[in-house]
């Protein structure tokens, strides 16, 4: 699921060498944290947040019924 995640974030990224990842697993969820610089913040949440929530709905639809959820925060480093 995070090479689907890197392909859309890299898709709307300008600086895709300081783009950084971060994936903690818990119990029930997984969380990944996308580390952009300032300049992609805006390219890669959209205008209202719109590429951010599809981003969001793409990986809940791919994920099986049975394994973990995945939560996506997007950051600034």
Known sequence: MLELIKYVVNYFAQDKEHVEYAVEEKEDCINVTILLSES???????????????????????????????????REH
Do not use: C, F, H
């Open 40 to 74: 992609d913040m805006g390219k890669v949440i959209g205008k209202q947040g719109k590429i951010a929530k599809a981003l969001r709905t793409i990986v809940r639809s791919a994920t099986p019924r049975e394994s973990k959820k995945y939560n996506i925060e997007i």
